[in-house]
Nanobody, 126 residues
Framework: VQLVESGGGFVQSGDSLRLSCTAS????????MAWFRQAPGKERSLVAT????????LYTDSVKGRFTISRDNAKNTMYLQMSSLKPEDTAVYYC????????????????????WGQGTQVTVSS
């Protein structure tokens, strides 16, 4: 089982980035997916989550209207399109998978996620 994030980088405030998470070794379409982030000295927290089909999504309030989560089950890949980036978005971004086809998607504790990626750094400079 593997989740591999990519697309992180160093950008200026107001810029955009698209993160990708490519899955292998498990039945991707049987899992809801999520992006979490962890800034230095802070706990890992949920950014956005998406159900197995991609038709149900949830976002933390601080990214609503700026970030878009999506998935392509044919490619076993999830995305996070991030726009209007702010310095407070600086963090390591992790993707995670949780077994189940709940619709609508639910906010689940991070301890209940089955698989995690290694993370990709996003740094937003002011």
């Amino acid at each position: 089982v593997q989740l591999v994030e990519s697309g992180g980088g160093f950008v200026q405030s107001g810029d955009s980035l698209r993160l990708s998470c490519t899955a292998s070794g498990f039945a991707f379409s049987m899992y809801s997916m999520a992006w979490f982030r962890q800034a230095p000295g802070k706990e890992r927290s949920l950014v956005a989550t998406i159900n197995w089909s991609g038709h149900s999504t949830l976002y933390t309030d601080s990214v609503k209207g700026r970030f878009t989560i999506s998935r392509d089950n044919a490619k076993n890949t999830m995305y996070l399109q991030m726009s209007s980036l702010k310095p407070e978005d600086t963090a390591v971004y992790y993707c995670a998978a949780r077994f189940g086809r709940n619709t609508p998607v639910q906010v689940a504790p991070r301890e209940t996620f089955d698989y995690w990626g290694q993370g990709t750094q996003v740094t937003v400079s002011s």
